[in-house]
């Protein structure tokens, strides 16, 4: 590290919505800082804002003793990084990409840095561009803890809450890719919910305040089902799985007869049938996670 | 109704965990109630509070002005209702079914209930069975106004909010489906995730935390996207619907990886590249809802 001439205290790879938003927060927390990205044209108020530009990813990695990348998946990231010339310029130096992409992709990359001699902290960033430098703000790191630790203080300029999840570099973008999936499944519903009601006469307006109800209600289940989970116990007392799987029935039924596709209540519907065919009817919903999750 | 000699206040059919709970409100309420189950045995504890119990479906709503019907689904409504001397007895009474189902059933039981002189109310219940009688249960009706307006003083007794949808009688129940579309995709989501995060080596009880963060952003972004829905407009800035595929994919690949099945995120991507591959990849994820419930 001792020999590096560092000109700036943080590097900045990938310039997209998300990648500004954690430039500007660096900027904001007055450090100083160097970005690149491949397309160039992206870095013009930041640049208003003191930031430096590199006129290549190895010049960018050079600048400062960490480099945090942030573009839109691992190919993006390895197109940029896994070049003889960046790995050089790397070397003893820190790389923390929050770039989302699997676990195995993460764990990949950890290997790559480890036999070119780069420092390597994988990391997921949870919430929207608007939160980064709020305290809204979630991240989430794997890796070395020592690493974590001694850049927490430059990190931490992106305002919220960090956590450090663990060694293993694919433990954050495993926590991201599981919470994505809740995510993404209730927007899907979510949609899908607005175009029934669409097809039955009623109007977004209509149904959303009767959806913050149903969304109000998921976090108690969430926090009493992973405790199910955990112990491996799953009472359906009240809401057995065979319930389920009628309400799942009546929900296929009319999206189809207005013509919706109802594929993700149907692959839904399929789960929670099988579960039951498997003998769990009387149980609770989420041993459909106990089932799926079998080897 | 003048003719009739009630021994009751109201009767309830249907002794599940759902029907007992709302006789048990009704008895709470000081009112007088008389009770029938298909299966004997079910009516122990309300026979020790004071109800009253049928020989027979005629002989339970013959006993009251008001019969609330709450069965497993329309089929098992139909069974005990559409015989002709159920019929004979409803005759210038009242019915409130709260039984779950489809709004075409709710239709067609509300043009029986015509054609027999019977006086229909149609209804959902949205929240579980310890809700019943709290501030915290939540209730639907549709129908004639006049008459919900006539039955809302025992009705009230179930406690919680209610609301008065409309005269359409499938009305109650396309919001039901609706909603309870955003409730089991969002449920199947959560149990997806604790699959894979298992397989991950993430515990339940380490996933649950950042679950709630993600439970946490659904009620605001409802909000803000029933209004894109509702004006057309499904701005994608900083999240468009190309985002979205990534991370679904992401998330198909990490579960398949494991052997849990991803048929649920399969579908809720295709959705999503459907929209995308008809031009929409800019927008925001609720264009899915314009897209599938095109005619």
Known sequence: MSSHTAQSDVTVIGLGPMGRALAGAFLGAGLRITVWNRTPGRDGELVARGAAVAPS???????????????VNYDASDAVLRREPVAAALKGRTLVNLT???????????????????????????T??????????????????????????????????????GEDPGRAAAYDVALLDIFWTAMAGW?????VAGAEGVTPGELAPFAQGIAAILPPLFEETAADVADGTFSGEGNPLTSAVSSMAH????????????GVMRAAEGMARRAVGLGHGADGFVRIAEVIGRR
């Open 57 to 71: 990813p190895e010049a960018a990695v050079a600048a400062s003793p960490l480099t945090v990348v942030c573009v």
């Open 100 to 126: 989302a992409d699997t676990p195995d992709r993460a764990r990949d990359t950890a290997r790559w840095a480890d036999e070119h001699g780069v420092r390597y902290l994988d990391g997921a960033i949870m």
């Open 128 to 165: 929207p561009t608007p939160t980064i430098g709020t305290p809204h703000a979630v991240l989430l790191f794997s890796g070395p803890a020592d690493l974590h630790a001694e850049h927490a203080p430059v990190l931490e300029t992106l305002g919220g809450s960090h956590t450090h999840l």
């Open 191 to 195: 949609a899908h919910a607005l175009a």
């Open 251 to 262: 929900i296929v039924h009319t999206s189809e007869a207005h013509g919706i596709d109802a």
